[in-house]
């Protein structure tokens, strides 16, 4: 299937202003409350890890169990990053370092 250039441009369009309400919805919402609600404190505390944990579980559904060759490296750069994470406590340093473990692994070591 191929796009004409109006419909190109009315997707982009659309996809441009569906960003642009979510992204300022919020600050238009909450721009004269001076204390956040107790239930937006609360996802603001709870949805990071929850987030993160969804991801992981996306990350791990795949792996296959039967032999340790096969989910080694998931296992060592998850203790890996849980470690280094108790260390340093930078999120961004477990995620890249974490990120370039694995890689290691899955291409030099497995």
């Not at 944990?53 to 750069?77: D, G, Q, R």
Request: proline share 4%; aromatic share 14%; net charge positive.
């Amino acid at each position: 299937m191929t796009l004409t250039a109006g419909q190109t441009f009315i997707i982009i369009c659309m996809l441009t202003l569906g960003t642009v309400i979510t992204r300022f919805l919020p600050f238009v919402l909450f721009r004269n409350n001076k204390k956040s609600s107790s239930y937006i404190t609360y996802l603001g505390k709870v949805l990071p890890y929850a987030s993160i944990a969804m991801l992981v579980v996306y990350c791990l559904k795949e792996v296959n169990f039967t032999s340790p060759a096969n989910y080694a490296p998931e296992v060592i750069a998850i203790i890996f990053i849980v470690v280094l994470h108790h260390w340093k406590n930078n999120t961004l340093l477990s995620i890249g370092a974490g990120t370039a473990v694995y890689m290691f692994l899955v291409q030099t070591v497995f």
